[in-house]
């Protein structure tokens, strides 16, 4: 596979669930994004990591936890979530952090909380 | 605080004319801008780019202008396609520090046959 993959595609879950969003890049970057997609909202930045170590906290509810094994994979743990944490959760990387050539998104995973 | 703004939530246009989408930002220290299109499904993907020593980029039937003193960019579809109805984000960021992405909230085009 090439580019950024995010599994799964689609995500109902629960208040009371636990689950996790998986992004893997083969691209060969050194930095990994998350980022919310809110209906009629900017895509809204929440953490940065750049060579396995976050660098960037956008203020984020500690019901969202990140974890970084090594610079080809991110994922993003979600436990006791709210209804209005339902959005698109876009996972992007780039060869290096900061950079503003080669932001390369995967497809997204579209989370709905009930 | 939103910094970059894209104020007009839909646009319709009808195929072979001129589409315009715009886009507005307050920070004076952004530098670099960029414009992402984004169909359904589908992860935004980057479409142009300008550099803020210049006030106009074009490729292909895409042209970015910006207006440094207005603190406004805008993206030219020309002629516009069917192919080309998506979300148009809008984006910016800084040399100074981080060059992290700062996104506008996105306009749907939609282009008519």
């Known amino acids: 596979e090439t580019g950024v993959t995010q599994t799964p595609r689609h995500l109902v879950m629960g208040m009371t669930n636990k689950k996790s969003l998986k992004c893997e890049q083969h691209?060969?970057?050194?930095?990994m994004y998350w980022y919310k997609q809110s209906a009629k909202k900017p895509l809204e930045l929440m953490f940065v990591?750049?060579?396995?170590?976050?660098?960037e906290n956008n203020s984020v509810p500690s019901r969202f936890s990140p974890e970084c094994p090594n610079s080809s994979h991110l994922f993003l743990h979600l436990h006791t979530l709210q209804p209005e944490d339902s959005a698109l959760y876009l996972c992007?990387?780039?060869?290096?952090?900061?950079?503003?050539?080669?932001?390369?998104f995967g497809s997204g995973t579209r989370l709905t909380v009930v | 605080d939103q910094q970059v703004k894209q104020n007009s939530p839909s646009l319709s246009v009808q195929e072979g004319r001129i589409s315009i989408l715009n886009c507005d930002y307050t920070?004076?220290?952004?530098?670099?801008f960029l414009w992402y299109k984004k169909y359904p499904a589908e992860g935004p993907t980057f479409l142009i780019s300008?550099?803020?020593?210049?006030d106009k980029n074009e490729d292909g039937r895409f042209t970015v202008f910006l207006n440094k003193s207005a603190k406004h960019l805008s993206l030219h579809i020309v002629p516009s396609q069917p192919g080309d109805s998506a979300v148009y984000f809008c984006?910016?960021?800084?040399?100074?520090?981080?060059?992290?992405?700062?996104f506008g909230q996105g306009t749907r085009l939609t282009i008519n046959p």
């Open positions: 984006a910016a960021s800084g040399i100074q520090g981080a060059q992290k992405l700062v």
């Open positions: 990591y750049n060579f396995k170590e976050q660098t």
């Open positions: 300008i550099s803020s020593i210049k």
């Open positions: 992007a990387s780039s060869q290096d952090f900061g950079t503003v050539y080669g932001y390369t």
């Open positions: 691209l060969g970057h050194n930095a």
């Open positions: 920070n004076s220290m952004f530098d670099y």
